[in-house]
């Protein structure tokens, strides 16, 4: 099976609101890569995505033997970082964090740092329980591994700093984290339909205010919650 990244088509609204800055979740990481040689590396010469070269990185995200839903992820899921995001000045390949705390404090410092819910990955977020819609679904097991290929600086950085657009079905995605895009889209002036509901996408029985846009064809779902009391 073939290891490659390959160059999804993006979804025309995402298109429209970003042009270029939105690529798929595979793309990105490698964009953001600072390429380095193994001697001046901080894996110490055991080989990371950071120090195997352009063409190395890409096999050394994705493997021939790599589950398909991690494929998916990396192909299908879109990323836009954000155009406020500071540069990703240097690359860690280490894993300091359990992934699921990695989670979790990367949403409570978002909520640390904002009196609004200008980050939707913090939406829905239960302080006490310390868990939500978007914590199970960045805490998968796709997600996990890309956690060990990646380094949590690196997760870090994409969680805190860019939009993520998950595809959960055709022409359909779930917005975990980033500006709401219904807000960009009125910016833009971008005709949109919205629809708000009650209900969660993983447990269809919870109470959870969703909201659910209709953009030139394609679905973007997301939570939104007023984290200002």
Not at 82 to 109: F, K
Request: hydrophobic share 35%; charged share 25%; proline share 4%.
């Amino acid at each position: 099976m073939a290891t490659e990244i390959k160059r999804r088509r993006v979804p025309d609204v995402l298109w429209r609101l970003f042009r270029d800055r939105a690529r798929s979740l595979g793309e990105t990481i490698l964009s953001l890569i600072p390429l380095k040689t193994s001697e001046n590396c901080k894996c110490k010469g055991r080989r990371c995505l950071g120090c195997v070269g352009e063409n190395g990185a890409m096999s050394f995200l994705l493997r021939e033997k790599d589950p398909d839903d991690y494929r998916k992820l990396l192909n299908q899921c879109f990323i836009v970082v954000s155009d406020q995001a500071p540069p990703l000045r240097g690359y860690d390949p280490h894993c300091r964090w359990p992934h699921l705390e990695l989670v979790r404090r990367t949403i409570e410092m978002t909520i640390s740092e904002q009196c609004s819910s200008s980050n939707i990955i913090s939406s829905g977020y239960d302080k006490v329980s310390r868990f939500s819609d978007t914590v199970e679904l960045l805490t998968s097991p796709s997600w996990n591994l890309l956690l060990r290929r990646i380094g949590d600086v690196l997760m870090f950085y994409l969680l805190k700093d860019t939009s993520i657009f998950l595809r959960f079905s055709r022409n359909k995605h779930h917005q975990l984290a980033g500006v709401p895009i219904s807000d960009l889209c009125l910016k833009s002036h971008l005709h949109i339909s919205a629809t708000m509901y009650k209900s969660s996408l993983l447990h269809p029985g919870k109470f959870q205010f969703q909201k659910r846009l209709l953009l030139r064809g394609f679905e973007f779902h997301y939570v939104q919650v007023s984290l200002c009391g």
